[in-house]
């Protein structure tokens, strides 16, 4: 996995729930500059990026053109979090994890069930601790749980609930930043 360019993410003027979960995503994406299909099946590049975040329009993207798409869609996301749930406050690592479950997810799983309704709530040490039932997808027409999405929300949830960092558990994934 490459070291993730700190001044780089800095000229892109990303939040700072952004910049957090950004390296904390790609250690749990992964890096692949070549075009892939994920456990479930779904065209994939750089940490996640699908053709319903954005048209894969190349077989081959450079480190530097995946940090920006990477960027790019948390920002997206980050905007789709904040229509979704205004005027809700969260401490910056707190939105990076809902940020990253979002990007992961897609907006209509994590809109489903009772997790918006926890956020909405304020309730977030509960929201928090529900992160941890998305751990399934489907693969052959089964839901199951898929080992690398329950570590991931595991994660999510620890620093979410503030025992761990964003930076310490994308370290823990091999990410680092230049």
Known sequence: MPALDKARIARL??????????PFTVGFEGWKTTVYRDPVGIKTVCAGHTDAMGKITQA???DAECLDITARDLTTEEA???KAFPGVRLE???KAMFVDAWHNMGAGTFLSGSLPGLIRSGQIDAACAKLLEY???RIAGRLQVIPGLAR???AEEAVCTGRKTADQVARENGVTLK
Do not use: I, N
């Not at 003027?13 to 979960?21: C, K």
């Open 13 to 22: 003027g990303v939040s700072a729930a952004v910049a957090l979960a950004l």
């Open 60 to 62: 081959t993207y450079t």
């Open 80 to 82: 789709q979090f904040d």
């Open 92 to 94: 910056p690592d707190q």
């Open 135 to 137: 751990d399934k997808g």
């Open 152 to 154: 991931r929300r595991e």
